[in-house]
């Protein structure tokens, strides 16, 4: 009997240590960890690698990130680097040399894979990258906010504007993202924004893939093609009206791109 998309029930259980929650699909010993985007979860990727794919599950680590899905939030402002360093546990948990996998990273994710990759060559084989805000910054890459808020936060700062007037302009001005945020996760994603990825992108020598949408109005395709030129080698897909949600638009393409990466590293 071929694989029924959907008949496997979900099983949430904890992951490194507890410190993380999700899933872990199809054979032992995990191939692939998929991280999802911002305000999504792990199960963005079931169609790809896990129960709902066609094509049956790869061995994959599917956690939410901290702040997201089923796992707590951290207690302090974290980065990239520090949601990287959050699976090394995760990656790490047989002991002894663990195998490395290949990194699906989504949006939010794929800055994760990225900082990961850089920071533990070890532990990641190939990189597949979708709507991933990680290319090389120009000038003109950040949005600056309007004259009228920067005003706003700038008297805030200096204490001549209560925090209820500095809340308002937030959600006047702020990005959807920024408005649904709360507490340490507004903080996070400030940070997160306002990374630079050059040097990571100079430490990667591990295979590359890029699946993009076409008319992805997050990360447009102008910043894909810029990524693809700063990793020698890497391989960028272009899916026909795909948007920014390619996880749930095109996930054939992503898991071809994932089965390509476990074939060439």
Do not use: K
Request: contains cysteine.
């Amino acid at each position: 009997m071929g694989w029924e998309p959907g008949s496997l029930a979900p099983m949430l259980r904890a992951l490194a240590g507890g410190a993380l929650f999700g899933e872990v699909w199809g054979p032992s010993p995990a191939q692939v960890l998929v991280l999802h985007g911002w305000r999504r979860s792990h199960g963005d990727f079931s169609a790809v690698v896990g129960p709902d794919s066609a094509a049956g599950p790869l061995g994959s680590w599917a956690p939410d990130l901290p702040g997201f899905g089923s796992s707590p939030a951290p207690s302090s402002v974290w980065g990239s680097p520090e949601y990287a360093g959050a699976l090394v546990p995760l990656l790490e948990e047989g002991g002894g040399s663990p195998e490395p996998v290949v990194v699906l990273g989504h949006s939010l994710g794929g800055r994760v894979a990225l900082s990961l990759a850089a920071a533990r060559p070890d532990l990641v084989r190939a990189l597949v990258l979708t709507g991933a805000p990680v290319g090389p910054r120009t000038d003109s890459s950040g949005r600056r906010p309007p004259p009228g808020y920067r005003l706003v936060r700038a008297l805030h700062r200096r204490g001549l504007l209560s925090e209820a007037r500095m809340e308002r302009g937030r959600q006047r001005h702020g990005s959807a993202d920024y408005r649904a945020a709360e507490g340490v996760m507004r903080e996070v994603l400030v940070r997160l924004v306002n990374e630079r990825y050059e040097e990571s992108l100079a430490a990667i020598r591990c295979p590359v893939e890029l699946v993009w949408g076409d008319d992805d109005a997050e990360v447009p395709v102008a910043a894909a093609r810029a990524l693809a030129a700063a990793l020698p080698g890497a391989t960028l897909t272009l899916c026909p009206g795909a948007g920014h949600l390619t996880p749930l638009t095109a996930p054939a393409e992503l898991r071809a791109a994932v089965e390509r990466a476990l074939a060439r590293s």
